[in-house]
């Protein structure tokens, strides 16, 4: 079962511009964190943000949490093309009785030169 | 530090060979894991464990076995390798027994063909 889900699947923009995904979820969590995945590499840790925050920075990046919606998303501002990559979000879930860390299915981002 | 380590990088296996993927970490987690990834399905969870001797199941954890004798080492052992489990492996890690809650650092993962 996926907690998360990444909403678009796939994203292609130019280079500069911002570049927005989204995660919904569907239990309650104490934390969602979000990953970036280059081609063919392990997962890098971006930012993790608690379930009683609702917005965090890390550089280009804006991560915002709505837990009434079930939701968060993750703004890069400023595209690179070094931020082609896949990005995925993960949570905090129960499952058979004790919490275990479910990523989703992943945004595939595509920064064109 | 090394951080998470991963062996073999490719394994190619035979339908009902079995074999063990090697992960170690040297940051003293106590929490360890494996993913496998599989096109579109983004990282699924196999087995995890909160500290030596401790071993839970996750989502996928069915033709898998796993064992934490050290806190460094966290093995995955294929008994029968089927064509199913083609995929890509990896291995993370976490600091503290409540390793969901926190940052978790990758290994660079075993791909893994059974033919």
């Known amino acids: 079962s996926q907690q998360g889900e990444e909403d678009p699947q796939a994203l292609s923009i130019q280079e500069g511009e911002n570049a927005t995904m989204n995660c919904s979820y569907k239990?309650?969590?104490?934390?969602l964190q979000w990953y970036r995945q280059n081609s063919g590499r392990g997962l890098v840790h971006l930012i993790l943000?608690?379930?009683?925050?609702r917005e965090k920075h890390s550089g280009r990046l804006r991560v915002t949490l709505d837990t009434s919606k079930k939701s968060s998303s993750l703004l890069i501002t400023a595209s690179r093309a070094a931020d082609t990559a896949s990005y995925f979000c993960a949570t905090d879930s129960e499952i058979q009785g004790a919490q275990k860390l479910v990523f989703g299915q992943g945004t595939r981002l595509t920064i064109n030169p | 530090n090394a951080g998470v380590t991963q062996t073999p990088k490719f394994q190619v296996l035979k339908t009902g060979q079995s074999m063990t993927l090697q992960c170690a970490q040297d940051m003293n987690h106590e929490y360890m894991s494996w993913y496998r990834q599989d096109p579109g399905m983004g990282l699924r969870l196999i087995h995890y464990?909160?500290?030596?001797?401790?071993?839970d199941q996750g989502e996928v954890p069915n033709g898998y076995n796993v064992s934490r004798s050290t806190t460094e080492d966290f093995p995955l052992r294929l008994l029968s390798a089927a064509p199913s489990q083609t995929s890509v492996y990896f291995c993370?890690?976490?600091?503290?027994?409540?390793?969901?809650?926190?940052?978790?650092?990758f290994g660079p993962g075993t791909r893994l063909t059974v033919t």
């Open positions: 239990t309650s969590i104490n934390n």
């Open positions: 993370a890690s976490s600091y503290g027994i409540r390793g969901y809650n926190y940052e978790q650092y």
């Open positions: 943000i608690r379930s009683n925050e």
């Open positions: 464990s909160v500290g030596a001797g401790i071993t």
